[in-house]
């Protein structure tokens, strides 16, 4: 692969810098994000609680989605939660 060349800057300099920049974003890496599904018989809020009641410890619901199913003709309800949750590295300092 031919690097371009940039007067008074050494090829190997440009692709070093380059590498740099593409793990910076790597490094500083605050929040996980992830989501949760829970159902329930009686309503969505308790769906919605279902769904609480198994997000980690200090998790921020950052957007929620409900579903009514009907199952035989009773009405399920199917809540999924997105959260966020700062990383462990990110917390100690």
Same mark, same amino acid.
């Given at each position: 692969?031919?690097?371009?060349?940039?007067?008074?800057?050494?090829?190997k300099v440009l692709i070093g810098a380059?590498?740099?920049?593409?793990? +910076?974003?790597? +490094?500083?890496?605050?929040?996980?994000a992830g989501s949760i599904t829970a159902?329930?018989?009686?309503?969505?809020?308790?769906?919605?609680?279902?769904?609480?009641?198994?997000?980690?410890?200090?998790?921020?619901?950052?957007?929620?989605?409900?579903?009514?199913?009907?199952?035989?003709?009773?009405?399920?309800?199917?809540?999924? +939660?997105?959260?966020?949750? +700062?990383?462990?590295?990110?917390?100690?300092?």
């Open positions: 692969m031919a690097v371009p060349t940039v007067p008074g800057i050494h090829p380059a590498a740099i920049a593409a793990a +910076l974003p790597l +490094l500083n890496a605050p929040a996980q159902s329930s018989i009686w309503d969505k809020n308790n769906a919605v609680e279902r769904a609480q009641e198994q997000m980690p410890a200090g998790a921020v619901v950052t957007a929620s989605r409900c579903q009514e199913i009907d199952v035989r003709g009773y009405t399920r309800y199917s809540c999924t +939660l997105e959260f966020t949750q +700062l990383t462990p590295a990110a917390t100690a300092n």
